[in-house]
């Protein structure tokens, strides 16, 4: 195999243990090694212009061997990209595949092709014409029973007020009600009459479809069982490797995980190919680092050139395993340190708080204080806060919690009424285009990439955000942001996507660039309290 190492000529020194790959900060090696790969691009025609469509590269800076004589280690980088790059997974510059399943006369694409062969059978029968012409009929069929139905209903329907206003008429004859009595009786056998004669019609038309859509069912049932048996023994063929030499394959150490099956792609991001080579070449990994070139998807916001961690939905399990027996960085975002929480307002039902940035809302997966930690503090034994809603750990500002169970419900039923008047103050770069306006775009949660958003114009939940510019200085704007809805990440989604303002929050190391802090704080809040007063609560911008 052509060795993938490529010198890397600088006096940095490397750092005393290995990246953290899902919240790091490049080390300068890394940066050093990227900039290689990015000239390496430009000077390759046929892989810039895949690349520029978007595409996530990494580096991995390993220790090749030791010089006897001066005991310096010798620094080397590898290069990867994740998926194929112009149509290949095997470009000679980067770290190969850990498993190649794009060989031609492979298992792979011999099952591939006979999958696809299923799917084009499929697809012929459901585009046969005599196939359409038998849904076609069926569709007409169950629309005139739909609307047979519906027609008598409505003659029923004013039947009986008729009926009812002649009941109620003095001195009405025995006679006169026993024959309005026979004709709601009547109407209602002549209702089943018609709906047994079209469900006979529908029942027809259903059978003469039957034997199509069975072999249809037959068919989609087998194709699915092949392509999940594919999945599977394409996965059980990733044997990754650890840092203690140990092997385990992609089935295995998500079930070990997650007790699930890996998602699609697992195995082909950047990291795990750029460990697995080290691993199988004898190579100690010291540093690593993603980055993303070309444009940003449509529904995701990534930035060219912008480093980024590794995905957790595919990797997490992976380099989890893989990581192990190397010395690895804490996760920055678990520094468990103590802040100072000021209480703006406190009443028998509710608390206004000022939270800074960095401290979590509630609890998390990350070790680090909350507010929830604080405000229980103060509580008496068994008593705990009600959370009312959320801001995110890097945005600072204006945090209302309740006391108890029935304010925490009056509150924020007037969260999801839109009664509560919200104000953000952020710092965006560049400057945007207008100056004021609203933003309409649809989010959802990126299953794939937690906690990412993306942009869903299908799917996505209703978002809408109002804007104006405060002021300007040099490239960056001082904006006001009044949320209409509050989505999860809606006001840095909103900001960074290119259908938003383009223009990300400063220090948004999730859809923008990092930075010493999100400039993005709660300014100001209007609620009505469970008293019944409007109150408004007003924070200085720490900015």
Not at 191 to 215: F, T
Request: glycine share 4%; net charge positive.
């Amino acid at each position: 195999m052509m060795n993938k190492t490529h010198p890397l000529n600088v006096a940095f020194a490397p750092p005393s243990r290995f990246t953290y790959p899902f919240c790091y900060e490049p080390h300068r090696l890394c940066e050093a090694a990227a900039a290689e790969v990015q000239e390496y691009i430009k000077a390759h025609p046929l892989m810039r212009r895949d690349a520029d469509r978007g595409k996530m590269f990494g580096v991995l800076v390993v220790e090749t061997a030791t010089k006897k004589t001066s005991g310096i280690p010798n620094i080397a980088f590898l290069a990867a990209y994740s998926g194929l790059l112009a149509g290949r997974n095997d470009r000679a510059w980067f770290v190969p595949p850990v498993f190649d399943a794009q060989q031609p006369d492979g298992v792979f694409k011999t099952r591939e092709a006979e999958i696809s062969a299923l799917n084009r059978l499929i697809d012929r029968i459901e585009n046969n014409p005599e196939t359409l012409k038998l849904r076609r009929e069926l569709i007409i069929k169950r629309e005139e029973e739909r609307r047979a139905v519906s027609a008598y209903r409505t003659v029923m329907e004013q039947s009986k007020r008729v009926r009812d206003m002649r009941r109620m008429q003095h001195n009405i004859e025995p006679e006169v009600l026993c024959e309005l009595t026979r004709e709601s009786q009547f109407q209602k056998a002549e209702l089943k009459r018609i709906q047994k004669a079209h469900a006979a019609i529908v029942s027809h038309a259903e059978e003469a479809l039957r034997d199509v859509e069975e072999q249809l069912t037959s068919l989609r049932r087998q194709r699915k069982e092949m392509s999940d048996n594919l999945q599977r023994w394409l996965f059980s063929q990733y044997e990754m490797l650890n840092a203690n030499g140990e092997k385990k394959n992609i089935v295995d150490i998500f079930s070990d995980f997650r007790g699930t099956l890996p998602p699609a792609a697992a195995g082909d991001c950047c990291a795990p190919k750029l460990l697995q080579y080290a691993y199988r070449n004898g190579l100690r990994p010291l540093c690593m680092a993603e980055f993303w070139w070309g444009a940003s998807p449509r529904a995701e916001i990534r930035h060219h050139l912008a480093y980024y961690p590794a995905c957790r939905s595919r990797c997490l399990p992976i380099l989890s395993w893989m990581m192990q027996g190397l010395n690895v960085d804490p996760n920055p975002q678990e520094n468990y340190y103590s802040q100072v929480l000021p209480i703006i307002y406190e009443d028998n039902d509710m608390w206004v708080v000022d939270k800074p940035s960095g401290m979590l809302s509630v609890p998390g997966k990350i070790r680090r204080e909350s507010v929830f930690d604080i405000l229980k503090s103060k509580c008496a034994d068994g008593d705990e806060p009600f959370v009312v809603h959320r801001l995110d750990m890097e945005t600072s500002g204006l945090l209302v919690l309740a006391k108890n169970a029935t304010t925490q419900k009056f509150l924020q039923r007037q969260f999801e009424q839109r009664e509560v008047e919200k104000k953000y103050v952020a710092i965006v770069s560049p400057i945007p285009m207008k100056h004021e306006g609203t933003i309409s775009l649809p989010i959802r949660p990126n299953p794939l990439d937690r906690p990412r958003q993306v942009v869903d114009t299908v799917k996505g939940r209703e978002a809408i955000t109002h804007y104006k510019v405060i002021d300007t200085q040099g490239d960056t704007a001082r904006i006001a942001l009044y949320p209409v809805t509050g989505r999860t990440h809606q006001l840095r989604v909103h900001c960074a996507h290119r259908d938003g303002l383009a223009a990300p929050i400063v220090g948004d190391a999730l859809y923008g660039f990092p930075d010493r802090r999100l400039m993005l704080h709660c300014e100001r809040i209007v609620i009505t309290s469970a008293a019944g007063k409007r109150l408004e609560f007003v924070s200085k911008t720490p900015f």
